[in-house]
């Protein structure tokens, strides 16, 4: 008697018993042997496990990356009036990630300590390592992890032939002691094609802070900015997008409302065609709640239509910047913590009163962001262009030389935001490491050999 294995299995078969295999477990399929590895890279392969996916959506099931206490789950949401819930799909990631940005299928991680970040596709199991420039901690550290990064691309016909980039940058007011305060910028992106960093020159009209998750829509990345004035002070809220076929961001798009210093804004995307922003209060009217839906959308322009306002009295709104909404079932989700701030929750409320709650996790671990940091997952099967190397003419070459001397400008004027404040009399320094290091005088300092 013959005794069929499943690899002895006709193809077509094969594929239909490995593409129920959860996503938490392909990575082992892969490892298995060549002969699955190549089966899971396989076209037909994806377009089944895609078929699938878009299936589970279809019966409200809502695949989710979540990061939590620096790791990143995958955990999909069911959301129903009468009794949501949720079912965690496997934790993603084996090194600490401080952030991470989605874009069409795409994960942009960003390891604890910024000096890398890892372009991810979790369904095809390809990643990219991208090592950073320069990491600046600033004052024993306090500068880490306030880079605001995010993916897009250039639009092409064909998905396979998109140009992607990731974009970079630190827009701070540096305080230090005696010399008021110093802004700081630096933007650049990282083209895949090059593989090299290059500084842009962006303008000082709006300021993006550090905390301002940006979110991915056909290809460009929006974000929630606040005008400066003449005297560098904030303004009102805008929406701007930003190109990553010009490289540059758009003009300043007004939201549909108008706010007061203690409101709250922040943005989501709804599928791949539209976005969301929700408006909440601090003291003026705590238990307000309102959200608008893009009915038009481009760098250049924005309309918007209302979707939601609610009442949450006697319960506090969503007051994360994470939040989601659901269009068929008319209810808002937000990611925060509870009371303790131990641990993280998804609360969910709709009108008539409807809220619900649900625990993501236990106690939350020290040291990590508050709240957790959510992005709607789509798989794609979109593969991630690796460097093949090779060198530039004369155009790339001056353009080289024009990038160093920026990058070195940029490097100085950071080297004085790092500089200790000691008093001039008592102040040495010396140049170590490409950088001039400051000491205070009268202290032995040790002879490097």
């Known amino acids: ?9 006709p193809r077509d078969l094969l594929e239909e018993v490995v593409s129920r295999v959860p996503s938490k477990c392909m990575r082992k399929v892969r490892l298995t042997c060549k002969k699955w590895n190549t ?3 396989s076209r037909s392969f994806s377009k089944m496990r895609l078929g699938r ?4 959506a279809r019966q409200g099931e809502s695949p989710m990356v979540v990061l939590m206490d620096n790791d990143l789950h995958l955990v999909s949401f069911f959301v129903n009036r009468r009794k949501p819930y949720r079912k965690h799909r496997g934790k993603l990631n084996k090194v600490e990630i401080s952030q991470v940005f989605h874009c069409e299928g795409l994960l942009l991680c960003i390891l604890r300590d910024d000096t890398k970040v890892v372009v991810w596709n979790p369904f095809l199991g390809q990643t990219r390592r991208i090592e950073t420039r320069y990491s600046y901690g600033g004052q024993n550290g306090k500068f880490l992890n306030m880079y605001v ?3 897009g691309y250039v639009n092409k016909k064909k ?3 998109r140009s992607y980039k990731i974009l970079r940058f630190f827009d701070y007011d540096v305080r230090r002691p005696g010399e008021g305060e110093k802004r700081f910028i630096w933007y650049e992106i990282y083209d895949f094609d090059s593989n090299s960093w290059k500084t842009l020159d962006v303008s000082r009209e709006c300021y993006i802070g550090f905390n301002q998750s940006g979110v991915s ?3 460009n990345t929006y974000f929630c900015a606040n005008k400066l004035s003449d005297d560098n002070l904030l303004g009102s809220p805008y929406l701007v997008c930003f190109d990553y076929t010009s490289e540059k961001f758009g003009p300043l798009l007004r939201f549909p409302f108008e706010t007061d210093d203690d409101d709250y804004v922040a943005i989501s995307c709804v599928g791949e065609e539209k976005l969301a922003v929700l408006l909440t209060h601090n003291e003026s009217n705590p238990y307000d709640l309102g959200v608008w839906i893009t009915t038009k959308i481009c760098p250049e322009e924005v309309s918007w239509s209302k979707f939601l306002r609610l009442d949450t009295t006697p319960h506090y709104p969503i007051s994360s910047s994470c939040f989601f909404i659901d269009e068929e079932k008319k209810v808002v989700m937000g990611f925060d913590e509870d009371g303790n701030w131990k641990r993280h929750i998804l609360s969910i409320v709709g009108e008539a009163g409807y809220l619900k709650q649900l625990f ?4 939350r671990k020290e040291n990590t962001r508050p709240s957790p940091h959510v ?3 789509v798989p794609s099967i979109v593969k991630i262009k690796q460097h093949e190397g090779g060198g530039g003419g004369d155009e790339s070459k001056q353009q080289d030389k024009l990038e160093k001397r920026r990058y070195d400008e940029k490097m100085l004027r950071l080297a004085t935001l790092e500089k200790p404040v000691v008093e001039e009399s008592t102040q040495g320094k010396c140049f170590k490491g490409g950088k001039w290091q400051y000491f205070a005088k009268g202290k032995k300092r040790k002879r490097d050999n």
């Open 1 to 9: 008697m013959t005794t069929t294995t499943i690899s002895n299995l």
């Open 39 to 41: 089966l899971s890279k």
């Open 53 to 56: 996916e878009a299936s589970a």
């Open 149 to 151: 990064y995010a993916l």
């Open 159 to 161: 998905k396979s032939l």
């Open 217 to 219: 829509l056909k290809g």
């Open 360 to 363: 993501l996790s236990g106690n």
């Open 375 to 377: 992005c709607s997952y």
